[in-house]
């Protein structure tokens, strides 16, 4: 009796650590999507920035913060779908966007010359972090930085 | 007599199949989680390649300003040039002597009136590559800039040549990753009035003043280490 009892109990045992095993490899499987997921949405920001003309369109130009930097925050669902600030987000895309001031400025125009918009130029650092807001943890940092040569220009 | 029955030979076997399931299912359970494991180290390895070839392009991002700050100069002392009439200097501009002669005797007899504002556009063309060229060659003395020798003269009488063209390599500590960038100088473009010994100029909108014509991401060659840890690359040497 006694050696079913205990043979009974290692089993259930070695069941529960297989049940973990599983366990285990199921959440860092779903880890490693959320990671790659994080990292796909961080390259796609970064890189739209950089083939961009401006740094910022001018629609969704913000008013900057203390330092001169300006910050976008997108949101995402458990599902990596965009939503609304307000619908409880799982993720969140933060850009930072800080000139470097390292600023050029050209005339349009010298002497009696036709007015023209005149060129600037200048350098960006570039910031995108996507986080797990439940978790509070980074998945995904990238920074670089941008040298934008011709600014408003074309209009 | 004992009595034997057709199971007593097979007592326990249901306890050996059970136990084999377990250690088939033990293996499985643990061959996934390594699986796992190694996507995730993967995947962060990856990352954090992505992350170190930004912070290069970031570098080479800078380089690329500070060109182009040169370049900037460069601009508004040709647009110095022009606003001061120096075309009609015989010496003591940035053009050597014997060329800023020319000009202004084709400025101010040779050349009739009609010519005088394509002719002017070349000379305030060469008078920016001229000063490109000297704050280039003064700021970055050990990279190679390569342009064909009297330029500016060629830009001045028309004649089809090669501009400024300079490489840069960026690379990390390490020296494993690099980004070699090709730049172009190239005159931004004025359309210039010329009225009695003056000249007015509109900058041509939009156009920059260089041409990015090469920007190559690469990585030198390297053997992993008998241990494969997703790790950090041996090097050859």
């Known amino acids: 009796m006694v050696e079913v009892i205990i043979s009974v109990a290692v089993?259930?045992?070695?069941?529960?650590?297989?049940?973990?095993?599983?366990?285990?490899?199921?959440?860092?499987?779903?880890?490693?999507?959320?990671?790659?997921?994080?990292?796909?949405?961080?390259?796609?920001?970064?890189?739209?920035?950089?083939?961009?003309?401006?740094?910022?369109?001018?629609?969704?130009?913000?008013?900057?913060?203390?330092?001169?930097?300006?910050?976008?925050?997108?949101?995402?669902?458990?599902?990596?779908?965009?939503?609304?600030?307000?619908?409880?987000?799982?993720?969140?895309?933060?850009?930072?966007?800080?000139?470097?001031?390292?600023?050029?400025?050209?005339?349009?125009?010298?002497?009696?010359?036709?007015?023209?918009?005149?060129?600037?130029?200048?350098?960006?650092?570039?910031?995108?972090?996507?986080?797990?807001?439940?978790?509070?943890?980074?998945?995904?940092?990238?920074?670089?930085?941008?040298?934008?040569?011709?600014?408003?220009?074309?209009? | 007599m004992k009595l034997l029955s057709s199971h007593d030979g097979k007592k326990g076997a249901s306890s050996v199949l059970v136990i084999l399931m377990m250690v088939v299912l033990a293996l499985f359970g643990l061959s996934a989680l390594t699986a796992s494991l190694a996507s995730v180290r993967l995947t962060e390895k990856s990352g954090e390649w992505s992350e170190e070839f930004y912070i290069l392009e970031a570098k080479a991002e800078k380089m690329t300003a500070g060109i182009d700050s040169i370049l900037h100069e460069a601009e508004?002392?040709?647009?110095?040039?022009?606003?001061?009439?120096?075309?009609?200097?015989?010496?003591g501009t940035i053009l050597d002597e014997g060329l800023q002669k020319l000009v202004s005797l084709n400025v101010t007899e040779y050349l009739p009136k009609a010519a005088r504002e394509d002719y002017l556009t070349r000379v305030m063309e060469a008078v920016y590559i001229a000063h490109a060229i000297k704050g280039l060659e003064l700021a970055f003395e050990d990279m190679g800039i390569e342009y064909p020798a009297g330029l500016e003269r060629h830009i001045i009488e028309d004649e089809a040549v090669s501009g400024i063209f300079m490489m840069f390599d960026v690379s990390e500590e390490e020296g494993t990753k690099n980004i070699s960038v090709g730049i172009e100088v190239k005159f931004p473009g004025y359309l210039l009035e010329y009225d009695e010994g003056t000249v007015s100029g509109t900058r041509i909108t939009g156009t920059g003043r260089y041409n990015v014509v090469e920007w190559r991401e690469w990585q030198e060659s390297f053997e992993y280490g008998e241990d494969i840890q997703y790790a950090e690359p041996v090097r050859e040497n």
């Not at chain 1, 920035?49 to 925050?73: C, N, Q, R």
């Not at chain 2, 040039?81 to 015989?90: A, P, T």
Request: with cysteine.
């Open chain 2, 76 to 91: 508004l002392k040709a647009v110095e040039y022009m606003k001061d009439s120096m075309f009609l200097y015989e010496s």
């Open chain 1, 11 to 155: 089993l259930c045992l070695v069941c529960g650590i297989i049940l973990r095993l599983f366990v285990s490899a199921d959440d860092l499987r779903k880890t490693n999507v959320d990671i790659e997921k994080a990292q796909v949405l961080a390259l796609n920001k970064m890189e739209e920035l950089k083939t961009a003309v401006e740094p910022l369109p001018k629609d969704i130009l913000t008013e900057p913060d203390f330092d001169g930097s300006f910050t976008l925050v997108e949101y995402f669902d458990e599902d990596w779908n965009r939503v609304h600030s307000g619908d409880e987000p799982t993720y969140l895309l933060k850009t930072i966007i800080k000139p470097s001031g390292y600023g050029l400025y050209t005339e349009g125009s010298f002497g009696n010359g036709e007015g023209s918009s005149g060129l600037t130029s200048d350098l960006f650092e570039l910031k995108v972090i996507v986080t797990d807001r439940g978790a509070n943890k980074e998945l995904a940092v990238l920074e670089s930085a941008k040298y934008y040569c011709c600014m408003g220009v074309g209009e």
